[in-house]
């Protein structure tokens, strides 16, 4: 029964390993101009979710897209991202015209393009059904401007909003007048849940630091290393003070994890533990930091995000740190745990890192 505890655990671990890759973004950005007649837009995604929409755009497979393949799929483009992003002025369709797109510092991708609508209409619909194909955690982050400015945050199941088209406001001078609406901030937030929750390489990180045990202020000095280390380095890269490649961030993480695991075949306890924490915290920053900085936020907007965006990711990690650590403690109670089950983890905990790690290199 014990080895079977062990197995399975061990097992949940490498499944982890077997559905993650290098952190997705999950995050695009739009920016709307509404004009009498015409729709202008720009929008920026991670060019691992263009990939997603049109799997033709990558032929090799190998990850890495260039100015020469954008060109060449230009028509699989319009048809995946204009043609998932119908417009309408009044219930009238508007036409779509893919303008230019090109590819952006930090593995980003920008398009832009215009509708033509029919003149003299009031209101503006968008619906962005290509969300759908974008996964259930994507965030579409909305900035439009008619007769007001609309701010909106999109997602699957939620992906539709309206614009009231210039001069809207003058047709009707009985109409209430349209308030300015607030960007949805909390969704940062949220966003930063969801990355720690489906960031299954930092889960299995944590996991083997406080494998070991020992007392509570040494649990406690690790994690709040790997928490001020990861904020640190998150700020340097979203604020574009430096970042390293994600070429070599993300095979970096991948090792930190495989080293976490070996170590716990020699250290007794997670005491003193902090010192390599808190480097392999700044790595790890750097990797969250590729859920802001790949659709480049307007420099106004990415203070308060990158602030709720990390308490985000504090939250999520103190929520599973509050469900994992118990049950650690409780199962070092064993002596068969403290023994065959740590070892066992541990060299699961070694494979996803280096499984990570080839797989990353490879990409």
């Known amino acids: 029964m014990r080895s079977a505890l062990v197995v399975l655990v061990a097992a949940i671990v490498l499944f982890f390993t077997a559905t993650a890759h290098a952190h997705a973004v999950g995050l695009s950005r739009g920016a709307y101009v509404v004009e009498d007649g015409k729709v202008v837009l720009d929008l920026t995604f991670a060019r691992a979710d263009v990939i997603a929409l049109v ?27 204009l043609g998932g992003l119908a417009v309408t002025a009044d219930g009238a369709a508007c036409a779509a015209h893919l303008e230019a797109v090109s590819l952006t510092e930090q593995d980003g991708l920008a398009l832009r393009g215009h509708y033509d609508c029919p003149k003299g209409a009031r209101n503006v619909h968008f619906a962005l059904s290509l969300l759908d194909d974008l996964g259930a955690g994507h965030r579409h982050l909305v900035h439009a401007v008619g007769s007001s400015t609309v701010d909106e945050v999109c997602f699957h199941g939620h992906g539709e909003f309206d614009v009231p088209a210039p001069g809207a406001e003058r047709a009707d001078a009985s109409a209430a007048p349209v308030e300015r609406s607030a960007p949805s901030w ?6 930063g849940v969801e990355h720690i929750l489906t960031g299954y ?89 590729g859920a802001l900085r790949e659709i480049g936020l307007p420099r106004a907007q990415i203070p308060q995000a990158l602030v709720l965006f990390n308490l985000g990711v504090e939250t999520g990690q103190l929520a599973v740190l509050a469900l994992i650590l118990p049950l650690i403690y409780r199962l070092r109670r064993f002596e068969w745990f403290r023994g065959r089950g740590v070892r066992v983890l541990s060299a699961g905990i070694v494979v996803a890192g280096l499984v990570w790690f080839v797989s990353r290199v490879w990409v």
């Open 201 to 289: 390489d930092h889960l299995v990180f944590l996991l083997g630091l406080i494998l070991v045990g020992g007392r509570l202020r040494g649990i406690v000095a690790v994690i709040t290393a790997f928490t001020i280390a990861h904020s640190i380095s998150l700020a340097l890269a979203t604020l574009g003070v430096w970042a390293p490649s994600p070429r070599i961030v993300e095979p970096a993480i991948a090792l930190s994890i495989a080293y976490v695991g070996v170590e716990n075949f020699f250290v007794p306890s997670a005491e003193g533990r902090w010192r390599i924490t808190f480097p392999f915290g700044l790595i790890h920053g750097f990797g969250f930091a």
């Open 55 to 81: 799997p033709t755009l990558d032929t090799n497979q190998d990850g890495v897209i260039t100015q020469k393949d954008l060109e060449r799929a230009r028509p699989e483009l319009a048809k995946a991202i």
């Open 186 to 191: 909390t969704q940062f937030l949220w966003m």
